[in-house]
Structures are given as structure tokens and as C-alpha cells.
T-cell receptor
């Protein structure tokens, strides 16, 4: 498996534009996470899905952010409209269902570096 | 959610054993302790996970005391390539909940 695939790797956009980040999780993984990383705030969990259903979106900063998972092999994180403070590296990760209460191993993608000017 | 506290940075020399301790006083019964490693411009990578006592794999050991309010990641004989940020986190595992919350991390610098 190629691992978690994110696209694009880099995105530069102007303030006010819509930005869509994409993620393909590892096949067979039924958990998908979206994280944001900045120097100031570190790694923040934005939202995660289980079997394509959003379980917890309490980390989504505001209504400008939305995430979807239309099927088991694809997820998007959309920012509309984008603002300079959204500049960060956005990571997608996926994990197996685990056995009983075990398994907190998540596999991360390479990230998308977003710059909003 | 259980908050984690770990040192901001540590220095070590090649060949030494490194121990990074993390505090998580409010850990819940369903929480597992997990450590990740992150290199610049890469996503975090899983190192080790445990619930209590000691866990060892091919790259590290994890020591968890009985009260589970802290944990120590032990890296044997570090090399320059072990220079990275190490995150301690507690993972909530309850039903479908899999909330993995990262702390601020420890920047480990291995010197020659």
C-alpha cells in the first residue's frame, strides 16, 4: 500500500478563495483524521470519521471549515473563504478499527502546506 | 481530555540511552498512551503504545507506572537520525471514539 495520500502537497491561494484539500486513506482503515499543524498551536485534531461518518468535529475552528468523507477511500477538507491565519500544514491520517480497546496507531500522510496570502 | 506535559527539548549524544518522560495526571480508564516521532516536513510516525507496565518493540520501550499518571519513552543507543520531535499522547478508546490529542512534543537533538 502507498500509505495515506494527500493532495496537493503545497497550495498557495489568495485570501477569500475556496481551498479543498484531499486525502486517500489506507485501504481497509475505517478511521480517518484531519489535523492542522502550526508553530504556535502545534498539532490540532480538527475532525475524525469512523466508517465515513463524522464522530467528533469539535476541533474544527469555525464554520468556514468543512470536511466530508463520501466513501471509504476519499475525504476532503474545505476552507471557504480562506484567511491568512489558516496557513498551516494539514495532515490526514487513517487507522485500523483495532481489536477491542487496542490500537491508537494512526498512519499520517505527508501533509498539505497551505499558504493563504 | 487528558492533558500531557513533556519537556520542550532534550539533548543527547550518539550511543546514549534517552528517556523522555510525559505527565498525564488526568488520564482516563479508556485512554491508551502512545508515542509518535516527527521529522521536519513529514507527518508523525507511530513509535509505541501501551496501557500499563512495560512495552518493548524493536525501536523503543515504554514504561508506565501503576497509577498511569506518567510514562517514559526509552530510546536505546540513539543515533543522529533520531533527532526529531517526540509526542506523547493519550488516545481515547471508547466505542467509536478514537480521539488522539497531541501535546507540545519534545525536540530531541542527538549530537555527535
Amino acid at each position: 500500500d502507498a500509505g495515506v495520500i494527500q493532495s496537493p502537497r503545497h497550495e498557495v491561494t489568495e485570501m477569500g478563495q475556496e481551498v479543498t484539500l484531499r486525502c486517500k486513506p489506507i485501504s481497509g482503515h475505517d478511521y480517518l483524521f484531519w489535523y492542522r499543524q502550526t508553530m504556535m498551536r502545534g498539532l490540532e485534531l480538527l475532525i475524525y470519521f469512523n466508517n465515513n461518518v463524522p464522530i467528533d468535529d469539535s476541533g474544527m475552528p469555525e464554520d468556514r471549515f468543512s470536511a466530508k468523507m463520501p466513501n471509504a477511500s476519499f475525504s476532503t477538507l474545505k476552507i471557504q473563504p480562506s484567511e491568512p491565519r489558516d496557513s498551516a500544514v494539514y495532515f490526514c491520517a487513517s487507522s485500523l478499527p483495532g481489536q477491542g480497546r487496542m490500537n491508537t496507531e494512526a498512519f499520517f500522510g505527508q501533509g498539505t502546506r497551505l499558504t493563504v496570502v | 481530555l487528558a492533558k500531557t506535559t513533556q519537556p520542550i527539548s532534550m539533548d543527547s549524544y550518539e550511543g546514549q540511552e534517552v528517556n523522555i518522560t510525559c505527565s498525564h495526571n488526568n488520564i482516563a480508564t479508556n485512554d491508551y498512551i502512545t508515542w509518535y516521532q516527527q521529522f521536519p516536513s513529514q507527518g508523525p510516525r507511530f513509535i509505541i503504545q501501551g496501557y500499563k507496565t512495560k512495552v518493548t518493540n524493536e525501536v523503543a520501550s515504554l514504561f508506565i507506572p501503576a497509577d498511569r499518571k506518567s510514562s517514559t519513552l526509552s530510546l536505546p543507543r540513539v543515533s543522529l537520525s533520531d533527532t526529531a520531535v517526540y509526542y506523547c499522547l493519550v488516545g481515547r478508546l471508547s466505542g467509536s471514539a478514537r480521539q488522539l490529542t497531541f501535546g507540545s512534543g519534545t525536540q530531541l537533538t542527538v549530537l555527535p
